[in-house]
Protein backbone atom coordinates (compact mmCIF):
# COMPACT_ATOMS: atom_id res chain seq x y z
CA UNK A 1 0.00 0.00 0.00
CA UNK A 2 0.83 3.86 -0.41
CA UNK A 3 3.23 4.50 2.89
CA UNK A 4 5.64 4.43 4.79
CA UNK A 5 8.30 1.60 4.22
CA UNK A 6 9.38 0.63 8.30
CA UNK A 7 11.28 -1.52 10.22
CA UNK A 8 8.60 -3.04 12.90
CA UNK A 9 11.33 -3.25 15.74
CA UNK A 10 11.61 0.71 15.72
CA UNK A 11 8.11 0.89 15.90
CA UNK A 12 7.36 -1.74 18.73
CA UNK A 13 7.61 1.15 21.84
CA UNK A 14 5.10 3.33 19.28
CA UNK A 15 1.62 4.22 21.63
CA UNK A 16 -0.93 7.02 21.13
CA UNK A 17 0.09 9.05 24.35
CA UNK A 18 3.70 8.12 23.02
CA UNK A 19 4.05 8.20 19.22
CA UNK A 20 7.48 7.39 17.70
CA UNK A 21 9.46 9.01 14.93
CA UNK A 22 11.55 8.42 12.05
CA UNK A 23 13.27 10.08 9.79
CA UNK A 24 12.33 9.96 5.69
CA UNK A 25 15.38 9.32 3.58
CA UNK A 26 14.16 8.23 0.47
CA UNK A 27 11.18 7.88 -1.92
CA UNK A 28 10.48 4.73 -3.82
CA UNK A 29 8.36 4.74 -7.02
CA UNK A 30 6.33 2.20 -8.18
CA UNK A 31 8.67 0.69 -10.87
CA UNK A 32 11.41 1.59 -9.05
CA UNK A 33 13.96 -0.21 -6.25
CA UNK A 34 15.29 1.54 -3.31
CA UNK A 35 18.80 3.19 -3.93
CA UNK A 36 20.06 1.50 -0.35
CA UNK A 37 18.69 -0.73 2.49
CA UNK A 38 16.87 0.76 5.43
CA UNK A 39 18.52 1.48 8.30
CA UNK A 40 17.19 1.53 12.19
CA UNK A 41 15.75 5.08 12.54
CA UNK A 42 14.51 5.69 8.99
CA UNK A 43 11.31 5.26 6.90
CA UNK A 44 11.20 5.19 3.28
CA UNK A 45 7.92 6.76 1.98
CA UNK A 46 7.00 3.95 -0.92
CA UNK A 47 4.11 3.65 -3.27
CA UNK A 48 1.78 0.56 -4.32
CA UNK A 49 3.90 -1.81 -6.50
CA UNK A 50 7.18 -0.90 -5.73
CA UNK A 51 9.48 -3.54 -3.48
CA UNK A 52 10.02 -3.33 -0.63
CA UNK A 53 13.22 -2.21 0.39
CA UNK A 54 16.53 -4.31 2.22
CA UNK A 55 15.74 -3.90 5.90
CA UNK A 56 11.91 -2.94 5.68
CA UNK A 57 9.73 -5.36 7.08
CA UNK A 58 5.85 -3.71 7.19
CA UNK A 59 4.08 -0.99 5.01
CA UNK A 60 2.14 1.80 7.45
CA UNK A 61 -0.37 3.00 5.20
CA UNK A 62 0.24 7.32 4.78
CA UNK A 63 -3.34 7.15 6.73
CA UNK A 64 -2.35 5.68 9.62
CA UNK A 65 0.73 7.97 10.52
CA UNK A 66 1.05 11.33 10.82
CA UNK A 67 3.58 13.30 8.17
CA UNK A 68 5.79 15.67 9.66
CA UNK A 69 6.90 17.86 6.72
CA UNK A 70 9.08 16.05 3.93
CA UNK A 71 11.81 14.40 5.96
CA UNK A 72 9.78 13.11 9.42
CA UNK A 73 6.76 10.66 10.33
CA UNK A 74 5.14 10.59 13.43
CA UNK A 75 3.62 6.82 14.00
CA UNK A 76 0.75 6.07 16.97
CA UNK A 77 1.28 2.58 17.12
CA UNK A 78 3.05 -0.25 16.27
CA UNK A 79 3.79 -2.28 13.28
CA UNK A 80 3.77 -6.17 12.95
CA UNK A 81 6.22 -7.88 10.62
CA UNK A 82 4.61 -8.55 6.81
CA UNK A 83 1.74 -5.42 7.35
CA UNK A 84 0.60 -4.96 3.87
CA UNK A 85 3.44 -6.53 1.98
CA UNK A 86 2.61 -8.36 -0.86
CA UNK A 87 5.35 -11.70 -0.55
CA UNK A 88 7.19 -12.37 -3.49
CA UNK A 89 6.40 -16.07 -4.81
CA UNK A 90 2.71 -15.87 -2.67
CA UNK A 91 0.63 -16.03 -5.53
CA UNK A 92 1.55 -18.84 -6.97
CA UNK A 93 5.23 -20.89 -6.03
CA UNK A 94 8.20 -21.63 -7.75
CA UNK A 95 7.24 -24.59 -9.47
CA UNK A 96 3.82 -24.60 -9.08
CA UNK A 97 0.94 -25.90 -12.00
CA UNK A 98 -0.84 -22.81 -12.85
CA UNK A 99 -3.04 -24.14 -15.47
CA UNK A 100 -3.89 -27.47 -16.34
CA UNK A 101 -4.03 -28.96 -19.70
CA UNK A 102 -7.71 -29.21 -21.06
CA UNK A 103 -9.25 -26.10 -19.47
CA UNK A 104 -11.65 -23.30 -21.11
CA UNK A 105 -9.08 -20.12 -21.39
CA UNK A 106 -11.29 -17.50 -19.35
CA UNK A 107 -10.58 -13.99 -19.50
CA UNK A 108 -8.66 -14.92 -15.54
CA UNK A 109 -6.72 -16.93 -17.24
CA UNK A 110 -4.84 -14.82 -20.11
CA UNK A 111 -4.22 -12.62 -17.22
CA UNK A 112 -2.34 -15.12 -15.22
CA UNK A 113 -0.47 -16.69 -18.44
CA UNK A 114 0.12 -12.38 -19.30
CA UNK A 115 2.01 -11.81 -15.59
CA UNK A 116 4.05 -15.22 -16.31
CA UNK A 117 5.27 -13.61 -19.76
CA UNK A 118 3.39 -16.17 -21.53
CA UNK A 119 2.10 -14.69 -24.81
CA UNK A 120 1.21 -17.62 -26.53
CA UNK A 121 0.14 -20.83 -25.22
CA UNK A 122 -0.20 -24.19 -27.16
CA UNK A 123 -4.32 -24.61 -27.40
CA UNK A 124 -6.58 -27.34 -29.39
CA UNK A 125 -7.35 -25.98 -33.10
CA UNK A 126 -11.17 -25.28 -33.90
CA UNK A 127 -12.80 -27.98 -35.65
CA UNK A 128 -14.11 -26.46 -38.71
CA UNK A 129 -17.72 -27.89 -39.51
CA UNK A 130 -20.28 -27.70 -42.16
CA UNK A 131 -24.17 -27.88 -41.54
CA UNK A 132 -26.17 -29.28 -44.43
CA UNK A 133 -29.96 -28.91 -43.89
CA UNK A 134 -32.11 -31.27 -45.91
CA UNK A 135 -35.95 -30.67 -46.64
CA UNK A 136 -37.98 -29.28 -50.06
CA UNK A 137 -40.03 -27.98 -47.82
CA UNK A 138 -37.45 -25.43 -45.59
CA UNK A 139 -37.80 -21.50 -46.32
CA UNK A 140 -35.27 -18.89 -45.03
CA UNK A 141 -35.32 -17.54 -41.76
CA UNK A 142 -36.87 -14.27 -43.47
CA UNK A 143 -38.93 -15.63 -45.82
CA UNK A 144 -42.67 -15.49 -45.83
CA UNK A 145 -44.41 -18.70 -45.12
CA UNK A 146 -45.97 -20.65 -47.70
CA UNK A 147 -48.81 -23.14 -48.05
CA UNK A 148 -46.44 -26.99 -47.23
CA UNK A 149 -43.30 -24.83 -46.02
CA UNK A 150 -41.68 -24.22 -42.54
CA UNK A 151 -38.64 -22.16 -41.93
CA UNK A 152 -35.24 -23.55 -41.14
CA UNK A 153 -34.83 -22.66 -37.48
CA UNK A 154 -32.27 -25.65 -37.11
CA UNK A 155 -29.12 -23.99 -39.27
CA UNK A 156 -28.83 -21.17 -37.04
CA UNK A 157 -29.63 -23.20 -33.76
CA UNK A 158 -27.18 -25.78 -34.86
CA UNK A 159 -24.59 -23.40 -36.24
CA UNK A 160 -24.79 -21.45 -32.62
CA UNK A 161 -24.21 -24.94 -30.91
CA UNK A 162 -21.26 -25.48 -32.75
CA UNK A 163 -19.65 -22.02 -31.65
CA UNK A 164 -20.56 -22.41 -28.06
CA UNK A 165 -18.73 -25.81 -28.05
CA UNK A 166 -15.68 -24.36 -29.69
CA UNK A 167 -16.49 -24.91 -33.38
CA UNK A 168 -16.16 -22.86 -35.99
CA UNK A 169 -18.70 -22.83 -38.78
CA UNK A 170 -17.32 -22.99 -42.48
CA UNK A 171 -20.26 -24.00 -44.24
CA UNK A 172 -23.89 -23.45 -43.87
CA UNK A 173 -26.38 -24.70 -46.63
CA UNK A 174 -29.43 -25.66 -47.14
CA UNK A 175 -30.00 -29.22 -49.99
CA UNK A 176 -32.16 -29.97 -52.08
CA UNK A 177 -34.11 -33.35 -51.03
CA UNK A 178 -32.16 -34.97 -53.89
CA UNK A 179 -29.66 -37.92 -53.15
CA UNK A 180 -27.46 -36.94 -56.06
CA UNK A 181 -26.91 -33.08 -54.40
CA UNK A 182 -26.52 -34.79 -51.30
CA UNK A 183 -23.88 -36.84 -52.13
CA UNK A 184 -22.09 -33.87 -53.99
CA UNK A 185 -22.67 -31.07 -51.28
CA UNK A 186 -21.36 -34.25 -48.95
CA UNK A 187 -18.70 -34.87 -50.94
CA UNK A 188 -17.71 -30.88 -51.22
CA UNK A 189 -18.40 -30.54 -46.98
CA UNK A 190 -16.16 -33.82 -46.19
CA UNK A 191 -12.94 -32.04 -48.58
CA UNK A 192 -12.99 -29.26 -46.48
CA UNK A 193 -14.08 -29.57 -43.14
CA UNK A 194 -13.34 -31.96 -39.76
CA UNK A 195 -16.98 -32.71 -38.98
CA UNK A 196 -20.02 -33.05 -41.46
CA UNK A 197 -23.67 -32.07 -40.02
CA UNK A 198 -26.47 -32.94 -41.79
CA UNK A 199 -30.09 -32.34 -40.76
CA UNK A 200 -32.52 -34.39 -41.75
CA UNK A 201 -33.04 -37.47 -44.48
CA UNK A 202 -32.01 -40.46 -42.45
CA UNK A 203 -35.57 -41.48 -41.19
CA UNK A 204 -37.92 -43.95 -42.80
CA UNK A 205 -39.81 -41.89 -45.06
CA UNK A 206 -39.94 -42.46 -48.75
CA UNK A 207 -37.74 -39.56 -50.00
CA UNK A 208 -34.59 -39.10 -46.91
CA UNK A 209 -31.97 -37.89 -48.89
CA UNK A 210 -29.59 -38.37 -46.71
CA UNK A 211 -30.45 -42.22 -45.98
CA UNK A 212 -30.64 -43.11 -49.81
CA UNK A 213 -27.41 -41.09 -50.19
CA UNK A 214 -25.00 -42.15 -47.67
CA UNK A 215 -24.03 -45.85 -49.28
CA UNK A 216 -22.48 -43.94 -52.07
CA UNK A 217 -20.65 -41.59 -50.07
CA UNK A 218 -18.73 -44.98 -48.03
CA UNK A 219 -18.35 -45.50 -44.24
CA UNK A 220 -21.21 -44.26 -43.03
CA UNK A 221 -24.15 -46.32 -41.23
CA UNK A 222 -27.62 -45.76 -40.06
CA UNK A 223 -28.14 -46.30 -36.77
CA UNK A 224 -31.59 -46.31 -34.10
CA UNK A 225 -30.23 -44.68 -31.38
CA UNK A 226 -32.02 -45.85 -27.83
CA UNK A 227 -32.88 -42.66 -26.97
CA UNK A 228 -35.58 -39.70 -26.98
CA UNK A 229 -35.73 -37.65 -28.65
CA UNK A 230 -33.59 -38.42 -31.51
CA UNK A 231 -33.52 -42.16 -32.38
CA UNK A 232 -32.88 -42.10 -36.02
CA UNK A 233 -29.34 -40.80 -36.96
CA UNK A 234 -26.59 -41.55 -39.08
CA UNK A 235 -22.97 -42.03 -38.17
CA UNK A 236 -19.52 -42.72 -39.90
CA UNK A 237 -16.07 -41.88 -40.70
CA UNK A 238 -15.90 -40.83 -44.12
CA UNK A 239 -12.03 -39.47 -45.15
CA UNK A 240 -11.17 -39.86 -41.82
CA UNK A 241 -14.09 -36.86 -41.07
CA UNK A 242 -16.33 -37.26 -38.63
CA UNK A 243 -20.00 -37.29 -39.76
CA UNK A 244 -23.40 -37.03 -37.79
CA UNK A 245 -26.49 -37.15 -39.70
CA UNK A 246 -29.03 -35.61 -37.70
CA UNK A 247 -32.83 -36.28 -37.36
CA UNK A 248 -34.70 -33.11 -38.50
CA UNK A 249 -37.00 -32.25 -35.77
CA UNK A 250 -35.59 -29.45 -33.42
CA UNK A 251 -35.65 -31.07 -29.99
CA UNK A 252 -33.84 -34.07 -31.62
CA UNK A 253 -31.50 -31.75 -33.34
CA UNK A 254 -30.42 -30.38 -30.10
CA UNK A 255 -30.45 -33.14 -27.98
CA UNK A 256 -28.48 -35.56 -29.80
CA UNK A 257 -25.60 -32.29 -30.16
CA UNK A 258 -25.71 -32.45 -26.56
CA UNK A 259 -25.36 -36.25 -26.04
CA UNK A 260 -23.04 -36.67 -28.89
CA UNK A 261 -21.18 -34.30 -31.26
CA UNK A 262 -20.84 -31.58 -28.20
CA UNK A 263 -18.51 -34.24 -26.78
CA UNK A 264 -17.29 -35.11 -29.90
CA UNK A 265 -16.42 -31.23 -30.71
CA UNK A 266 -14.68 -30.92 -27.48
CA UNK A 267 -12.78 -33.65 -27.37
CA UNK A 268 -11.34 -33.05 -30.99
CA UNK A 269 -10.26 -29.43 -29.48
CA UNK A 270 -8.51 -31.14 -26.39
CA UNK A 271 -10.65 -30.19 -23.64
CA UNK A 272 -10.69 -32.21 -20.50
CA UNK A 273 -14.45 -31.65 -19.89
CA UNK A 274 -16.24 -32.36 -22.82
CA UNK A 275 -20.08 -32.75 -21.32
CA UNK A 276 -22.88 -30.16 -19.67
CA UNK A 277 -22.25 -29.35 -16.12
CA UNK A 278 -24.29 -32.02 -14.77
CA UNK A 279 -25.96 -32.09 -11.06
CA UNK A 280 -28.82 -33.76 -9.45
CA UNK A 281 -32.15 -32.57 -9.55
CA UNK A 282 -35.78 -33.64 -8.16
CA UNK A 283 -38.58 -34.21 -10.59
CA UNK A 284 -41.73 -31.89 -9.52
CA UNK A 285 -43.61 -34.15 -11.09
CA UNK A 286 -44.14 -37.58 -12.30
CA UNK A 287 -42.28 -37.70 -15.82
CA UNK A 288 -43.27 -40.40 -18.22
CA UNK A 289 -40.56 -42.15 -20.24
CA UNK A 290 -40.72 -45.74 -21.07
CA UNK A 291 -38.03 -48.59 -20.46
CA UNK A 292 -35.19 -49.52 -22.96
CA UNK A 293 -34.41 -45.99 -23.93
CA UNK A 294 -33.15 -42.92 -22.23
CA UNK A 295 -35.35 -39.83 -22.31
CA UNK A 296 -33.94 -36.00 -22.68
CA UNK A 297 -36.41 -33.70 -20.65
CA UNK A 298 -36.33 -30.08 -21.38
CA UNK A 299 -36.64 -28.75 -17.95
CA UNK A 300 -37.23 -25.47 -16.05
CA UNK A 301 -35.25 -25.61 -12.99
CA UNK A 302 -35.66 -23.86 -9.63
CA UNK A 303 -34.26 -23.71 -6.18
CA UNK A 304 -36.25 -25.21 -3.10
CA UNK A 305 -34.59 -25.07 0.24
CA UNK A 306 -31.36 -27.07 -0.10
CA UNK A 307 -32.21 -28.71 -3.28
CA UNK A 308 -33.05 -27.75 -7.76
CA UNK A 309 -36.37 -29.37 -8.38
CA UNK A 310 -37.12 -29.76 -12.57
CA UNK A 311 -40.03 -29.31 -14.07
CA UNK A 312 -41.14 -29.92 -18.02
CA UNK A 313 -40.75 -26.67 -19.90
CA UNK A 314 -43.98 -27.36 -21.83
CA UNK A 315 -44.92 -30.33 -24.16
CA UNK A 316 -41.83 -32.62 -24.72
CA UNK A 317 -42.99 -32.67 -28.71
CA UNK A 318 -39.94 -33.26 -30.84
CA UNK A 319 -41.08 -30.21 -33.27
CA UNK A 320 -41.91 -27.55 -30.41
CA UNK A 321 -39.12 -25.28 -30.13
CA UNK A 322 -40.71 -23.10 -26.93
CA UNK A 323 -39.36 -26.03 -24.57
CA UNK A 324 -36.02 -25.77 -25.77
CA UNK A 325 -35.91 -21.98 -25.02
CA UNK A 326 -37.59 -21.83 -22.00
CA UNK A 327 -35.35 -25.30 -20.88
CA UNK A 328 -32.74 -24.40 -18.13
CA UNK A 329 -31.24 -27.89 -18.43
CA UNK A 330 -32.39 -31.81 -19.58
CA UNK A 331 -33.10 -34.36 -17.17
CA UNK A 332 -31.99 -37.61 -18.13
CA UNK A 333 -34.44 -40.06 -17.33
CA UNK A 334 -32.35 -43.43 -17.43
CA UNK A 335 -33.50 -46.66 -20.05
CA UNK A 336 -34.22 -48.82 -16.77
CA UNK A 337 -37.13 -46.71 -15.85
CA UNK A 338 -40.76 -46.38 -17.27
CA UNK A 339 -41.31 -43.02 -15.55
CA UNK A 340 -39.33 -40.89 -13.23
CA UNK A 341 -42.20 -40.34 -10.08
CA UNK A 342 -42.44 -36.92 -8.38
CA UNK A 343 -39.71 -36.38 -5.86
CA UNK A 344 -37.19 -38.67 -7.46
CA UNK A 345 -33.47 -38.11 -8.10
CA UNK A 346 -32.05 -37.17 -11.66
CA UNK A 347 -29.16 -36.35 -13.78
CA UNK A 348 -29.31 -32.86 -15.37
CA UNK A 349 -27.34 -31.22 -17.89
CA UNK A 350 -27.18 -27.60 -17.41
CA UNK A 351 -28.30 -25.32 -20.21
CA UNK A 352 -28.21 -22.22 -18.98
CA UNK A 353 -28.85 -20.75 -15.46
CA UNK A 354 -32.26 -20.27 -14.39
CA UNK A 355 -33.92 -16.42 -14.66
Not at 21 to 27: K, M, N, S, T, Y
Not at 129 to 135: D, E, K, N, R
Not at 229 to 250: I, S, V
Request: charged share 25%; proline share 8%.
Amino acid sequence: MDGFAVRSLDLAPAAAGSPTELAVREVIAAGRVASRPLEAGEAFRIMTGAPLPPGADAIVPFEDCETLGEARARFARPARPGDHVRRAGHDLAAGALALAAGRDLSAHDVALLAALGRADVEVGRRPRVAILSTGDELLDVEAPLTPGAIRDSNVPMLAALVEEAGGLVTRRERVRDDPADVIARCRLALAHADVVLTIGGVSAGDYDPVKLAIDAIGDIELWRVAMKPGRPQAFGTPQGRLFFGLPGNPASVACVFEALVRPALRRMQGFAAIDRPRFPVHAAERIESRAGRTDFVRARIERRGEGWWASPAGDQVSGHLTPQAWAHALVVVPAEVDALEAGAWAEAWRLRDPE
